[in-house]
């Protein structure tokens, strides 16, 4: 069975141009990317769990807050290792200096015996749609283009 996973693309307008929240993942693996290395806030669907409830959960465990409002279906993708991502569309603001992310615990650094812990997120940004085309995983870019004709028709 595929897993799946749900999430949100916040987004906002600013002097008649869309910017993008996306989120920078924390941990040893991310430390060091940038380009081609965030995404949309989301996460695993639960056995039963609705996937809008999945993405709403998730944005909030990963930035601290509960989305603005209620999220708009956008489009379901096939990530490169087989994932599904039903994602969903949600205009709206977000101060990404204040994200405050639950966090994970794996052995680093690896073979040594100690277990740490890293946040899920360690850091969330505005970006224009350009910007978002560079920074995003090569996986989630059909995400920018739903969007894009999302709020255009």
């Known amino acids: 069975m595929s897993v799946t996973s749900a999430g949100i693309l916040l987004y906002r307008r600013r002097e008649g141009a869309l910017e993008l ?3 920078h993942p924390g941990g040893p693996y991310w430390r060091s990317k940038d380009d081609g290395a965030w995404m949309i806030p989301k996460g695993q669907v639960e056995e039963g769990e609705d996937y809008a409830a999945c993405a709403v959960r ?3 465990e990963e930035l601290g807050v509960a989305p ?5 279906p956008l489009c379901r993708i096939r990530q490169k290792g087989g994932k599904w991502v039903e994602a969903f569309a949600l205009e709206g ?5 204040r994200v405050v992310s639950n966090s994970f615990d794996i052995e680093w650094p690896p073979r040594s015996g100690q ?3 890293f946040p899920e997120v360690d850091r969330a940004g505005w970006f224009s749609m350009e910007e978002s085309r560079r920074k995003i995983l090569a996986s989630q870019l059909p995400l920018l283009d739903a969007l894009e004709r999302a709020v255009a028709g």
Request: zero cysteines; charged letters at 35%; proline letters at 11%.
């Open 21 to 23: 929240l996306l989120i």
């Open 58 to 60: 998730e944005f909030r």
């Open 68 to 72: 603005p409002s209620v999220p708009k």
């Open 93 to 97: 603001d977000f101060d990404a200096e």
């Open 115 to 117: 277990i740490r812990s």
